[in-house]
């Protein structure tokens, strides 16, 4: 069973920046795609970011240029760098592992606890 444990949550002023860490347990060998997923009160689950084995990356729109994703294959560690930040980026954000790369959580099998992240106006 693939573990994933996220921090580096927290509140900011619109335009701050924060940056979200996963830490993946065993057997993490078996991923071929990790990525990062937002979820905010009232709205369904969203892609932000995802990169794949090969280090691949795909964004979604609203965070291109902002986002930057990045892992540490020495030690099993997934980033979220989130500069600019906008209110609408209030949400959840949860760290995915699956065996498919996308943006669509269907293809994700494993999940974290999630982390808040709370941007003010």
């Known amino acids: 069973q693939v573990q994933l444990v996220e921090s580096g949550g927290g509140s900011v002023q619109a335009g701050g920046s924060l940056r979200l860490s996963c830490v993946g347990f065993?057997?993490?060998?078996?991923?071929?795609?990790m990525g990062w997923f937002r979820q905010a009160p009232g709205k369904e689950r969203e892609g932000v970011a995802v990169?794949?084995?090969?280090?691949?990356?795909t964004y979604a729109d609203s965070v291109t240029g902002r986002f930057t994703i990045s892992k540490d294959n020495a030690r099993n560690i997934l980033y979220l760098q989130m500069n600019s930040l906008k209110p609408e980026d209030t949400a959840m954000y949860y760290c995915?592992?699956?065996?498919?790369?996308?943006?669509?959580?269907?293809?994700?099998?494993?999940w974290g606890q999630g982390t808040q992240v709370t941007v003010s106006s």
């Open positions: 995915a592992a699956g065996a498919a790369c996308s943006l669509s959580q269907g293809t994700m099998g494993y």
């Open positions: 990169i794949d084995s090969g280090g691949r990356i």
């Open positions: 065993r057997p993490t060998f078996i991923i071929r795609c």
